[in-house]
């Protein structure tokens, strides 16, 4: 009858999407403080930094305080991005941090050659080298990602004939070194999704790797953020990143104006509508997701924080 | 294979949501700039303001001068809110308008006293003696709206069976003045609606009344307004209203957030990705948004206005 699951994952990505694209400065302690909050709201996953040259995000030269500075909370991981190897050794380092493998792939060369400084065929050597050294530090590598998957701020429309492509080639760098890919998250990191190319995209992956659970990582930037997650949800995505209060931003996107992630309280507001399980306190998230806006200094995209959740409205009326 | 459409017409409601809404004051003519640029922006139906008691809505204080200021653009129509037989009068008196008569019922009656000042029973009484208004003063009656169609902040969730009820209660009106409805607006005054409750209410609607054209008014409060709008496109709706920039409000909703109708420019947007024919200039629609934005003077929550169309992108490409 229908696609939709029971249970959806919200991984969230709020601090690290936040304060890479926040011109801030922002306190490390205020950084951390909304850390701790969203650990108390029943997410199970938290990206608290990401380990990238502070000269190109300086938002991020706290990176080793923030995730040092956390209040660990039962149940969740703690998890950061790094693009290279380099930023990899660097969140190794601080210790306090569940991290795991993966491969990274990008749709679009012109954007690869701006946000990781290298193209596709260079890119294929890096990924193989670092699996072999996430495996050596005893790590696993289940997932797999690819910024861009949908469009390219400067390259246009991605085919979904390319995404396939480059998933086969994930494949093939996971085979050579005797891991298998899991979970594979499909990046709108420039907001070219529309629900319909939601549709097209995963319903190929799916019908290609029918095991492979297919996770979203969408961005709001254009409006679709919401309506490319409900496509997803009717095509079985269960895995989604979002971002508290509907934060940040790629800075080497090529945009200026609001560019965070799918709002993590209106998406799981969503879910919670359609009777679909996610294990959040909605208004934990909206509590969170005001400490944010105070944490920048400014409003914040997401909705259900201001207009408040309908479960809320039906208790008072009840 | 899809019941989605491959013609959409989008109704502008933005001046009259928008100057209902904001705290103002805003200058009668910076109102009336909007409605002239919008006029250029291939928009068919554009509603100008609302005649209503200025003293319960200050916004609309100027409404007659409004109405009287713009300058009418070959091809469309201006049109006006009402809600009593006094607001309607002074609508057909300012003789610039565009008027068609209406039959008006609202899906809870707890709002429908705050609103309207009159409960369901009453409404009736009304909307009949209205009807029996417009035939006389030469207006076609063909449309009918629900507001409050999918929930109310004050009674909470809206079950189907009653909206049904309701549009046959409407169809009584109708009949019993010898008028036939053509095209049904379930409004989404207090933002309940998810895309799951689109697709029941306009599936139950077009199962009993296969021949009338249903249209939404969806408002964008908790976020969910444009997954409520593509859920609308799948299940076959081709018209919608929305507002530029997102602006506005009904200020009896009891939101104090941003709680305009989806925006203009953003469905616009999606239409055009999903190659629905919209007669609307993306660009041109843009300008106004944040045209928008300068008229009441702080950010909207339009996303496509800020970060530009794909169309635009792809063109930069070629």
């Not at 509590?287 to 201001?306: D, F, I, Q, T, Y």
Request: charged share 20%; with cysteine.
């Amino acid at each position: 009858m229908t696609d939709v699951p029971t249970q959806v994952r919200i991984n969230e990505e709020g601090p690290r999407e936040g304060f890479q694209f926040e011109r801030g400065p922002i306190a490390t302690d205020a950084k951390i403080a909304l850390v701790d909050a969203l650990s108390k709201t029943g997410l199970r996953q938290i990206q608290v930094c990401s380990f990238v040259n502070p000269e190109r995000v300086p938002g991020m030269a706290d990176a080793d305080a923030v995730a040092t500075g956390f209040a660990r909370h039962e149940g969740v991981a703690y998890t950061a991005l790094w693009l290279n190897e380099r930023g990899f050794e660097r969140a190794l380092a601080v210790g306090t941090l569940d991290l795991a493998g993966s491969i990274s792939m990008g749709a679009s060369e012109a954007f690869m050659w701006r946000n990781q400084n290298r193209g596709f065929a260079e890119n294929t050597v890096v990924q193989d080298r670092m699996v072999k050294r996430y495996l050596a530090a005893g790590l696993k590598v289940e997932r797999a990602s690819m910024m861009a998957a949908f469009g390219c701020n400067f390259e246009g429309d991605v085919p979904v004939a390319r995404v396939l492509d480059l998933v086969e080639e994930t494949m093939r760098i996971a085979a050579a070194n005797g891991v298998a890919i899991k979970v594979y998250s499909f990046a709108d990191t420039m907001a070219w999704a529309t629900p319909d190319r939601v549709r097209r995209l995963v319903g190929a992956v799916r019908e290609r790797w029918p095991e492979l659970q297919v996770a979203l990582h969408l961005h709001d930037t254009r409006g679709m953020g919401i309506a490319n997650a409900y496509a997803g949800l009717e095509m079985g995505v269960a895995i989604f990143d979002a971002s508290i209060a509907g934060l940040g931003g790629c800075p080497f996107a090529g945009h200026t104006a609001a560019a965070g992630n799918v709002c993590t309280e209106d998406l799981a507001f969503l879910c919670a509508e359609m009777g679909i399980e996610t294990g959040l306190d909605l208004e934990a998230l909206s509590a969170a997701a005001r400490l944010a806006e105070e944490v920048v200094g400014h409003p914040l995209p997401g909705s259900v924080m201001k207009a408040g959740s309908l479960a809320a409205r039906r208790r008072e009326l009840a």
